[in-house]
């Protein structure tokens, strides 16, 4: 089983909807009894509420339902559990490895960078209202993770 972490700031908007695309590209792969996929939120402003309305939106557009989801935060027991946490931007970077009291294991990782993007971030749409980009940006990069753990499987488990 990999265990995948997805997280941005606030657990409402990016990190679910990584959260559950990925979640839905495993399942149409036949690969959802081999990866455990959740997200979580680097800071504490959200936690306890649903995904935004407009990521909820984008994720039904994609025909994937994220009813239930509600943020949480990161905490440093999750480095522990998780074979791979990744973050949308380097401010997330930085605060995860912050909470995690760093990433001696080298597990920490900004989505893009599955797909030969290892400088773009995504863009936070709650500051952009860009969610189609973000939407995209999340596929994408999702996409090119499934690519590497089906190359990579064997490296990548514990």
């Not at 089983?1 to 695309?21: Q, Y």
């Not at 970077?93 to 080298?106: Q, S, T, Y």
């Not at 893009?112 to 596929?139: H, K, N, S």
Request: charged residues 30%; hydrophobic residues 35%; aromatic residues 6%.
């Amino acid at each position: 089983m990999i265990k995948i972490l997805f997280v941005c700031h606030g657990n409402i908007c990016r990190s679910p909807m990584a959260e559950f695309i990925m979640k839905d590209l495993a399942k149409k792969a036949g690969l959802e009894d081999q990866l455990q996929i959740a997200s979580a939120a680097t800071s504490t402003e959200e936690i306890g509420n649903p995904v935004y309305p407009p990521a909820r939106r984008k994720l039904q557009e994609l025909g994937i339902d994220c009813a239930g989801k509600t943020a949480r935060r990161l905490t440093a027991e999750d480095y522990g559990r998780c074979d791979l946490l990744i973050g949308m931007d380097q401010a997330n970077l930085r605060n995860m490895r912050r909470i995690c009291g760093g990433d001696p294991e080298g597990k920490v990782h900004l989505l893009m960078e599955f797909a030969g993007r290892p400088q773009q971030e995504v863009a936070d749409p709650w500051y952009t209202g860009d969610f189609d980009r973000a939407c995209g940006d999340i596929l994408t990069g999702c996409q090119a993770l499934l690519e590497e753990i089906r190359q990579h499987r064997g490296e990548l488990r514990r």
